[in-house]
């Protein structure tokens, strides 16, 4: 049974802004830690970003200051907030409980020029 449900896809224009959700139905998702995940076409999966229990986070080095990761209690949700975005941000987009392993089943995030 998939757990985590990913949110906030589409498609838009170079430069501008587009911020995903990753809900679930845990308990509380503040307590989990989290990541953020892309698959570009024909590339590997990679990472984005993390958020942990603590609310530290990380990020690809090359994605810093463009993405930041965010969690709303009030709807027990993580966030992906994506700025400036350009055409290789083009992917589909998975959310990761770290904890457990599991995925969402992704967005997809397509950047037009």
């Known amino acids: 049974q998939v757990q985590l449900v990913e949110s906030g896809g589409g498609v838009v224009q170079a430069g501008e802004s587009l911020t995903l959700s990753c809900t679930g139905t845990?308990?509380?998702?503040?307590?989990?830690?989290m990541g953020w995940y892309r698959q570009r076409p024909r590339k590997d999966r990679e990472f984005v970003a993390l958020?942990?229990?603590?609310?530290?986070?990380d990020y690809k080095n090359s994605l810093k200051g463009r993405f930041t990761v965010s969690r709303d209690p009030a709807k027990n949700a993580v966030r992906l907030q994506m700025r400036n975005l350009i055409q290789e941000d083009s992917a589909i987009y998975y959310c990761k409980n770290i904890y457990t392993g599991e995925w969402g089943q992704g967005t997809q995030v397509t950047v037009s020029t």
């Open positions: 958020i942990s229990s603590k609310g530290t986070t």
């Open positions: 845990y308990k509380n998702l503040t307590l989990i830690t």
